[in-house]
């Protein structure tokens, strides 16, 4: 007896599936395995990327990859012959100020002749006080001068008579003596006379106030109607030969580097001129209070240049030769100033240091620096000694 034996797979898987209902369910969980093993290979694919990343950074900082030398700029001063200049402020003034005023008895002021601005030459009238009385005085000194003339030449004529008539006996040596005494009296007289004369003319004299010297009328303090007492009252003041001076101020370790001669340029507030001048006095004494001292400094008269003014000068304080350093090599702590040196096997040094003169192109080295050493120009705060840099020449 003969069987088939083929089996039909759709028709048995079909009879599978209606014979067991869980079969559909098993095969989503295989398929929801197989995506989380693929998730999970993903991620181990990630930590061992990161893992090999972390070590090669590990392996870098252990060779000294990551402690690279730093660079810096260094600069060779070597020497320059270097002008120090000292800037300051003052006031102008006049450089010897002449107050004028009335010195005798004073009266009325009947003209003025000047005014602030002029120039007057010395002896030149700059007003004029009332001398009516002083008028009438020197009119009546003149009749006594008169007078005591006339009563001078009567007198010697009386001795002369009685001189010639001595020898015939009409007079006797006594009223010849007497004679004698009256002449000298009188001619005394005549003397006196003519002194109080000359006094009242010098008193009319002072009633005009003239210009003790040549120079420019800086201020006038009088009117025409004014009345004035002799004494201290100023009514003009001038400044001799038109000179003008600026007061710079100085701190004491400024002033110690200035000296007589030293030439300067003087700036008045709101001009854009400046003027040449010389220092002419520096100061003996220090001021307690601002421990300043002044730089006199003379200059020519300019109409800019007004005494009372407010200016600025820049004074020349000498030649040095020395290196020279920018500002921002130069870096100080409580032991001084110092910069950094590049030295042996490009290691960082410090390097103690003493400055000397200020220009607007650097700072002069007066020690502690040949010229011939690398300085580190910049970033000095950053740097710590012995540390090895990279240095970069900037001229």
């Known amino acids: 007896m003969n069987y088939d034996t083929r089996i039909e797979t759709d028709d048995n898987e079909a009879a599978l599936s209606a014979f067991n209902p869980l079969t559909e369910v098993d095969e989503e969980d295989r398929r929801s395995r197989r995506r989380l093993i693929i998730i999970a290979a993903i991620i181990g694919?990630?930590?061992?990327?990161?893992?090999?990343?972390?070590?090669?950074?590990?392996?870098?900082?252990?060779?000294?990859?990551?402690?690279?030398?730093?660079?810096?700029?260094?600069?060779?001063p070597g020497r320059a012959t270097i002008e120090g200049t000292i800037s300051a402020n003052g006031t102008l003034a006049a450089r010897r100020e002449m107050p004028v005023g009335s010195v005798g008895e004073g009266g009325q002021v009947v003209s003025v002749l000047v005014d602030a601005g002029d120039w007057v030459r010395q002896g030149q009238v700059l007003a004029v006080l009332d001398r009516s009385v002083q008028s009438q005085q020197q009119a009546g000194q003149a009749a006594q001068i008169r007078v005591a003339?006339?009563?001078?030449?009567?007198?010697?004529?009386?001795?002369?008579?009685?001189?010639?008539?001595?020898?015939?006996?009409?007079?006797?040596?006594?009223?010849?003596?007497?004679?004698?005494?009256a002449r000298d009296a009188a001619v005394a007289r005549v003397g006196l006379a003519r002194a109080q004369f000359g006094q009242v003319n010098a008193q009319v004299r002072r009633l005009t106030i003239v210009a003790p010297a040549s120079g420019l009328v800086l201020e006038r303090r009088v009117e025409p109607g004014q009345v004035v007492s002799?004494?201290?009252?100023?009514l003009f003041r001038i400044a001799k030969d038109g000179e003008i001076e600026m007061k710079a101020m100085l701190g004491q370790d400024d002033l110690a580097m200035i000296g007589q001669g030293a030439t300067a340029e003087v700036t008045p507030v709101g001009s854009q001129r400046s003027f040449t001048g010389q220092v002419w006095q520096v100061s003996p004494v220090i001021d307690l209070q601002t421990r300043q001292g002044a730089a006199r400094i003379a200059l020519s008269y300019a109409p800019e240049l007004r005494p009372g003014g407010f200016a600025s000068a820049v004074l020349k304080s000498g030649t040095v030769v020395a290196p020279m350093l920018p500002d921002s090599a130069i870096l100080s702590d409580d032991k001084g100033s110092y910069v950094y040196i590049v030295g042996k096997d490009n290691k960082v040094e410090r390097r103690?240091?003493?400055?000397?003169?200020?220009t607007d192109n650097g700072i002069a080295i007066i020690a502690g620096l040949s010229g011939a050493e690398r300085v580190v120009m910049r970033a000095g705060g950053f740097l710590n000694p012995g540390e090895t840099v990279k240095p970069v020449s900037v001229k």
């Open 45 to 76: 694919v990630l930590l061992v990327a990161m893992w090999f990343a972390m070590h090669r950074g590990s392996n870098e900082a252990a060779t000294g990859k990551k402690d690279q030398a730093a660079t810096v700029s260094v600069v060779t």
């Open 149 to 181: 003339d006339a009563d001078a030449r009567l007198a010697q004529a009386n001795l002369d008579r009685a001189s010639k008539l001595v020898e015939r006996g009409f007079v006797s040596k006594a009223d010849i003596d007497r004679l004698t005494a």
């Open 352 to 358: 103690d240091i003493k400055t000397g003169l200020i």
């Open 230 to 234: 002799g004494g201290s009252v100023i």
